[in-house]
Every structure is written in structure tokens, then in C-alpha cells.
């Protein structure tokens, strides 16, 4: 990270001259922090102009039916949200001093071009910038830009807020070899800040590694394997927000969507992008992309789960789907006029071999069938002196006859009824997954009580992903330009075949932890994943500096590593917090435990900032009760935090990807015992302890897990 030099509020401007974006010029030239309240009101001013410019806009004479003058107003009013002044958001947070020109438009004349670096482009009515987005070339410098490698600039400034107001500023003399070094207090402030509410950016504390991530291009996968509190889902969202500013056309056509693991999570981070003024962007979680034709009631067992996640699945599915392809037994004779044109089963056989050696989508070749036979028949239409046309062909495919034909030998497929039946006919499936699937694995699949009608059927969640696949196969999914996946370590083989077929065509940003996988498919690697997801290719970075977690609560943390990922690299945290970890034993049993925890509760709500008790899911009512008998009013995951309700009752399954300022973590090793393995409860644990931002309180009446205790 570059050093920082330090400067107080009523610091002297370096310069000593007034500064030039100062519209009034009435603030005192000696006084720095006065010159910058100036511009910050002067954008603000601008702001509000260019948004009234919008809303001023009369578009009755220039739209030529409703359907454009309701696009037209619908983009306009896109416009005019994205230009909202947020009054608790700082409209630029930096300052760059370059030493000579910039190239470009936005950088004619004079030396020592000044640009403030804010979340979005903000002009005065002359046209002229006074606010830079974050996501343009001139501002990368206020990232990356270092003492070994200034890029050209002579000042960095930090700008610090409270709520909206400019407050304090830090100055950094990246051509000065006599300032000392120092990390900025600002900047450290900014990270640390108090979390009351949902996910917010991190656009004035991204760091360069982080950056390299953001700015990375539009054509190639990129892959981020990033440990607690390194801020991979902040890279992932603020990647899209740059994709989007550096593409905007092209991803305008092809779509973007962030994709996470449930709705507490997209809940949680989905102020992020319309904080940075983008508001297209569409969320999901892998369940919403797959449950486009049944209601999923049902729920697996693990090991079942399992076997309807690994990639063989979609083999059986391909070799059950083709099942239905048949030999014709019979000529077509089409009828026209007095005229009776015959084509041969041989010859039609010949067709069904090409189609299906050319590894069509089963309905595209459904489709293409009856206009090969009627082609044939076309032929022997010319060879006989005709002169058929298109029109022609169009309606021989139409024929009874050929269309019976098609019917018998290429029948349409439904998805759903193709896995209602591997599911329920054990004779259907052994066919299909004969040489893949064990006998014992087939029998994991069969419902014990097979479903009369797909209407009927108790689909599950991996049953939902089956079908999604078989979908696929009879027609193309839509691939969209961008996706996101976030917490991808705990998708199966099936679930990546899934998203991938969402960004076939596109790129993807995919974010995950492999010590953080939780589910009993999770990737082991994300070679493998990345295989899975059709992005062999893709580019893995690895984030290692922790911004978040203290450095006392990651260490105790990564003792688990050995266990659940051996081999992979701890987070080392930035942040030195004493006193930041408690580990407490309980005696008393259970009610004294609950005693304890409301006590925990209590002691971390006397701080700023959120609070999250974390607990084992079948510990959640009795926790519940407790906080309610002693008068504490507590929220569900996804539920907006506010600086009167702090407290939220967090299920250890639903906590990941989640932040809060203090955590209180309720008995490890029912957190451990709460699932299905040893290996997954650990990593279910890890996750726990590693979702506090300022300190966390671990409280036990039982043994600690043996991975957390130190030898």
C-alpha cells in the first residue's frame, strides 16, 4: 500500500494560492479544507443541474409511437435516478495533483492538471469536469499510483467525511523524498467505519491488487480466490460497475446479472451498484435461474444430493434425452396434386445420423427434420422438370406425412418429463446410466414413492438443476455479456454447468474462499470449478491482505485451515485490534449458556455498529426466546440494520458473505455438529468466526472443537 502523510484540518495549502475550483472564491486561500467545501458545494450544484437538465427534457416531438416515447421515458427516468445526489455519500473522496498535462480530452493546456476522483462524472454547465468517475483512465493513478512509480502525480489528497460533510483531508507527496511515510488515518478510518446497514462500496479504499481485479477486461473469466475480509465481493460488484463504464453498449444488449447464494446475501449487497449510479444490473441466486417451470417442494439427502450434482449427470441426461431419437421403419410419401413423391427410409436414416452426429440441440434438430425430407423431396420435384421454391419446401414440411414421420422418429421432448422419468423408472435410468453411475448411486436417485405427473412431483433443488440441464439440451440457453458469481466454492458440478450456460457467450467474475465451502459438493479446487463452468481459461488471482477482520480474530480463525483446506494461504490482516477476541467457557449448562450469550449481546451493543449473534441453526429459537425475555428486539438476516435496531439473529447456514461490527458466536461445536460431516461443520465454523469486522465473543459450555485449541 503507498504511504500516506498525515495533515490536520487547518494544515496550510501546500501551494499557498487559491484554489481554482472555488466558484465563489470567497474561502480563505490559507485555508485548504475551506477551498474544498467550496468545490463539494459547487459539484453538488452541478449535480442538481445536470439533473433538472433531464428532467426538463420534452420528448412529445420526438418519438413516433408510444412504444418509443415509453422506452425513451423509461430510460430518462434511469437518468434521472442515477444523477440523485445521495446527501450521506461524499461526492468525491479524492484528489489528484498531476505534475504536468494529461493527455486526452479532458486535460487541455496548463501544467499541473487537478482532478477530483469521485463515484461519478459530475460537469458544470460549460461542460467542464469537476468531479472525475472512479472507473476513468485519469483516476486510475489514485489507486496504483505509488512512491517507487508516482505515475505523474505530485499530490494524492483523502478527503474524510461525516455523513455528507468534508470534515478532514490527508495529503500524500508521491515526488517528495523527504516526506516521511505513513499510513493514512483517513483511509483506515474509512475501512474500519461502523456497518449500520447493508453492503456499502469500498470505491475510496480500493486497494491496487484489488484494483488490477476491477480494471481487468471485459473478454476473459477472472477468478478470486479471497479469504474473510479481503474484499472479493466488493472487487466483484465494483468490477461490474467498471465493466459497465467501459462497455456500456455492448453489455446494454447482452445483460449482467450478480448471482448469490440466497436472498439474505443479495439483500445485503444490492445498495452497492446503484450507489456507484448502476442500476441495470440484475440479481439472483442459482435457485431463481433454474425454477423457470416447477415448484420445488422437496429435499434431498446429502449423499443423494451428491449424485445429482456430479457432472455425470449431464451424460445420463444427454444419453436419455437421444433415447428418444427412433429408426424410421416406413417411406414418406408426400401427396401433391396427382403427383406422389417418395423418399426411402434409408435415405431418411442417413438425415437422422447427420443430425445427430453433428451434436445439434435436440429441438433444433426437431426443427431441422422435416425440412431435410422436404428438401429430398424438393430434389426429386427438379429432377422430375418442376421448379419448386422456398414456398414449396416450406409447405412439403408442413405435410401430414412428413410431419407424422418427424413425430415417430425425432418426437418433441419435455425437459421435466425426461428427469420425472430417471427419477421414477429404476429400468429407464440403469439404460442411460449404465458404465457412469454405480447401482448404488442409482438407487440414491430413485424416489422411494414415484410421482404420477411433474405437477405432482416433489422436485428438489438439484432435481431443479436436472431439469435446467435437460432444458438446455432440447434448446439453447440465453447467455448474457457478464456475470458474477459470488461464494462459488459451494456450487456442485451441475449448479456451474448452470451459470455457465448463462455466459456461454460472455465472461464471468467468479468469487469464492475454498476454506469457506459448506456444502457437501463444494469444490475441492477451482481448476475443477472453472471446468465445470466452461472457463477452463480463466485467469485465478488470489487476495491474501485482509481489510476487514482483525488480525487477533483471522488468526484464531485460521487454525481450522489445516483441517478443512489444507494448503491454502491464511488471510494476513492489515488490522492490529487488541483486545478484539474473547474466548469464553461457560459453566452451568445450557440455560447458563443463554444467560451468557444475552449478556455478550448487551456488552457489544454499548459500541457503534452493527451487531451479529451467530449461531447453530437448531440453537436459533432458544436464542430467540431468550433475547426476547430479556427485552432485546433482534433481526433476521437481510433485514436493513438501523442506529435503532442493531442486533440481528444470525443461523450459522446463512451467515456467509455477511459483515458485522462485533459478532457473538454462541457454542462452536454445535455449529460443527450442525452438519452433515466433520469436514463441512468446520468450514461452516470458520465462516462464523471470520464474520466480524471490530471484535467477536466466542462462547462455549462444551468443549471447543479440537482445531481451535492451541497445543
Known amino acids: 500500500m503507498p504511504a500516506h502523510v498525515a495533515e490536520s484540518d487547518s494544515t496550510p495549502d501546500p501551494t499557498g494560492t487559491a484554489d481554482p475550483t472555488d466558484p465563489t472564491g470567497a474561502a480563505d486561500p490559507a485555508d485548504p479544507l475551506a477551498h474544498e467545501r467550496a468545490h463539494l458545494a459547487a459539484s453538488r450544484a452541478a449535480l442538481r443541474g445536470m439533473r433538472e437538465d433531464v428532467q426538463a427534457l420534452d420528448i412529445r416531438d420526438v418519438t413516433a409511437n408510444w412504444v418509443n416515447a415509453a422506452v425513451l421515458q423509461s430510460q430518462i427516468d434511469d437518468r434521472i435516478k442515477a444523477l440523485a445526489d445521495l446527501s450521506h455519500t461524499p461526492l468525491f473522496f479524492g484528489r489528484l495533483d498531476y505534475l504536468h498535462a494529461v493527455g486526452g480530452e479532458l486535460a487541455e493546456g496548463a501544467d499541473g492538471e487537478r482532478f477530483y476522483i469521485g463515484r461519478r462524472h459530475v460537469h458544470d454547465a460549460a461542460g467542464d469536469p469537476m468531479v472525475i468517475d472512479w472507473r476513468a483512465p485519469v483516476s486510475q493513478p489514485y489507486y496504483q499510483a505509488s512512491r517507487t512509480n508516482p505515475q505523474d502525480v505530485g499530490l494524492r489528497r483523502r478527503f474524510g467525511y461525516t455523513g455528507g460533510e468534508l470534515t478532514a483531508y490527508e495529503d500524500e507527496h508521491l515526488t517528495d523524498p523527504a516526506e516521511a511515510e505513513h499510513t493514512s488515518r483517513l483511509l483506515q478510518a474509512e475501512i474500519e467505519r461502523p456497518r449500520v446497514g447493508p453492503m456499502r462500496d469500498i470505491v475510496a479504499t480500493i486497494q491496487p491488487e484489488q484494483d488490477e481485479i476491477v480494471r481487468s477486461g471485459l473478454g476473459g473469466t477472472v477468478c478470486v480466490q479471497g479469504g474473510p475480509g479481503t474484499g472479493k465481493t466488493a472487487v466483484g460488484l465494483h468490477r461490474v460497475a467498471f465493466l459497465l463504464y467501459a462497455h456500456r453498449e455492448r453489455l446494454a444488449r447482452t445483460g449482467t446479472l450478480v448471482i448469490g447464494p440466497n436472498r439474505s446475501f443479495l439483500h445485503y449487497i444490492e445498495q452497492v451498484l446503484p450507489a456507484l449510479g448502476e442500476l441495470e444490473v440484475k440479481q439472483a441466486t442459482v435457485d431463481d435461474l433454474v425454477r423457470t417451470g416447477v415448484e420445488v417442494r422437496g429435499e434431498d439427502e446429502a449423499a443423494t444430493a451428491v449424485v445429482k450434482g456430479d457432472a455425470r449427470m449431464a451424460e445420463v441426461l444427454r444419453r436419455a434425452i437421444r433415447s428418444h431419437v427412433t429408426a424410421p421403419v416406413e417411406p414418406v410419401v408426400v401427396v401433391r396434386g396427382s403427383r406422389r413423391w417418395r423418399v426411402p427410409a434409408y435415405e431418411i436414416q442417413e438425415m437422422v445420423d447427420e443430425l445427430l452426429a453433428r451434436d445439434m440441440r435436440y429441438g433444433a434438430a426437431h426443427e431441422a427434420l422435416p425440412q431435410r425430407i422436404a428438401h429430398a423431396v424438393l430434389v426429386r420435384m427438379e429432377e422430375a422438370g418442376e421448379a419448386p421454391d422456398d414456398r414449396v419446401q416450406n409447405s412439403v414440411a408442413r405435410n401430414p406425412a412428413v410431419k407424422a414421420a418427424v413425430k415417430a422418429i425425432w418426437p418433441a421432448v419435455d425437459p421435466a418429463k425426461v428427469v420425472l422419468r430417471l427419477l421414477s423408472d429404476a429400468e429407464f435410468l440403469a439404460a442411460h446410466a449404465g458404465g457412469l453411475l454405480s447401482e448404488e448411486e442409482q438407487k440414491r436417485l430413485l424416489w422411494a414413492k414415484p410421482a404420477r405427473s411433474v405437477k405432482s412431483a416433489k422436485w428438489s433443488a438439484a432435481d431443479a438443476v436436472l431439469i435446467d440441464e435437460a432444458g438446455d439440451l432440447v434448446a439453447r440457453t440465453h447467455s448474457l455479456g457478464h456475470v458474477v458469481l459470488d461464494e462459488a466454492q459451494d456450487l456442485s458440478p451441475m449448479q456451474y454447468r448452470a451459470v455457465g450456460r448463462r455466459c456461454s457467450t460472455g465472461s464471468a467474475t467468479v468469487l469464492g474462499d475454498l476454506a469457506q465451502g459448506t456444502t457437501p459438493w463444494s469444490t475441492e479446487s477451482w481448476g475443477e470449478a472453472l471446468f465445470h463452468l466452461g472457463k477452463a481459461d480463466a485467469v485465478v488471482e488470489e487476495l491474501t491482505a485482509g481489510f476487514r477482520v482483525p488480525r487477533e480474530v483471522i488468526a484464531y480463525a485460521s487454525r481450522l485451515l ?150
Open 562 to 711: 489445516p483441517a478443512i483446506s489444507p494448503g491454502l494461504a491464511a488471510v494476513e490482516s492489515v488490522r492490529e485490534s487488541p483486545g478484539s477476541l474473547a474466548v469464553r467457557e461457560v459453566a452451568g449448562g445450557t440455560e447458563a449458556l443463554d444467560a451468557a450469550v444475552v449478556a455478550a449481546c448487551e456488552e457489544s451493543l454499548r459500541h457503534e455498529g452493527s451487531i451479529g449473534l451467530i449461531a447453530a441453526d437448531a440453537r436459533i429459537p432458544v436464542l430467540g426466546a431468550a433475547l426476547e425475555a430479556a427485552g432485546h428486539a433482534y433481526l433476521s438476516p437481510g433485514e436493513e440494520t438501523t442506529a435503532a435496531s442493531r442486533l440481528t439473529l444470525v443461523p450459522a447456514s446463512l451467515a456467509k458473505g455477511l459483515e458485522y461490527d462485533y459478532v457473538v458466536l454462541d457454542e462452536p461445536a454445535a455449529v460443527v455438529d450442525g452438519e452433515p460431516d466433520e469436514r463441512t461443520g468446520l468450514r461452516r465454523l470458520y465462516v462464523a468466526l471470520t464474520r466480524a469486522v471490530s471484535g467477536l465473543i466466542v462462547l462455549h459450555a462444551g468443549p471447543l472443537p479440537e482445531a481451535l485449541v492451541q497445543e
